[in-house]
């Protein structure tokens, strides 16, 4: 089939509907034999190096589609409907006592639900995994802002991996002209996904040196104004992988997601 064709048969409008339903696997149990968490988590994945990570702020994308921003009763409503028993804990994580910290936690939980924990999942199976290649796993922290690129929203990465510093309605709210800042920081960007590409390993001369992963949110790389080994705070991903079951995810949450509880 023609890539027009395929483009034609997906309802997917990208600039007005962020779900990524068009993506998303079947799970058919014949291609794909297993959810893609149960081969992780059962060590049936591929034993090779691993690249991952995740944005500043992965949930402003996804946000229409989480738990109330605004409504402290819905979005309480909401943490019970997805933690049951354990609200209060979530609660604790995401906290609603004021304005200003019901947005921002209803804004990371659908990140962290969406993006964040299940990259963080991966990387640590893949760290565990017996026969997985010794320091061939990486994470990165993408918080790189700019004039040209103001917010770390999900995406924000791909015009600086690919060099495509132009005006795009998919990579987050990219603005303006890239300025000599934003080349130089592309170029290092380039460097370690083709070195990586090339080698298993985002290291070489000319960049700063990139950590491989040790586990439990220890050594990623934060790619930001300025570069380096950053222990990322994993304490709200490592609840939420608490939820898991052989590997898998609530089935509800996917629905919950999809259904719109805002």
Do not use: C
């Amino acid at each position: 089939m023609s890539a027009l064709a395929i483009n034609a048969a997906e309802h997917w409008i990208p600039t007005t509907d962020p779900k990524i339903t068009a993506f998303s696997p079947s799970i058919d149990y014949y291609v794909l034999v297993s959810q893609p968490g149960m081969a992780f988590a059962i060590g049936l994945q591929h034993k090779i190096p691993l690249l991952a990570g995740f944005n500043g702020n992965e949930g402003a994308l996804f946000a229409p589609y989480g738990l109330s921003e605004k409504n402290r009763t819905k979005y309480e409503d909401g943490l019970q409907l997805y933690f049951t028993s354990r609200a209060p804990q979530a609660l604790a994580l995401y906290p609603d006592s004021t304005p200003v910290l019901l947005q921002d936690s209803a804004t990371n939980l659908i990140g962290d639900m969406v993006i964040r924990e299940q990259t963080y999942t991966a990387l640590n199976y893949q760290h565990a995994t017996p026969g997985i290649p010794a320091n061939s796993v990486f994470a990165y922290f993408f918080t790189y802002t700019s004039l040209y690129s103001p917010v770390a929203l999900h995406t924000a990465e791909l015009p600086f991996v690919f060099g495509n510093l132009g005006p795009s309605p998919l990579f987050g709210p990219i603005k303006g002209v890239p300025t000599l800042q934003d080349v130089a920081f592309s170029d290092i960007i380039i460097s370690y996904w083709t070195n990586f590409a090339k080698t298993g390993n985002p290291n070489s001369a000319g960049v700063p040196t990139w950590p491989a992963y040790t586990g439990i949110g220890a050594s990623f790389l934060q790619l930001g104004t300025s570069i380096a080994a950053y222990n990322y705070n994993a304490t709200r991903l490592q609840f939420l992988a608490s939820f898991r079951e052989n590997g898998v995810l609530p089935a509800n949450w996917i629905n919950d997601f999809y259904n719109n509880v805002n």
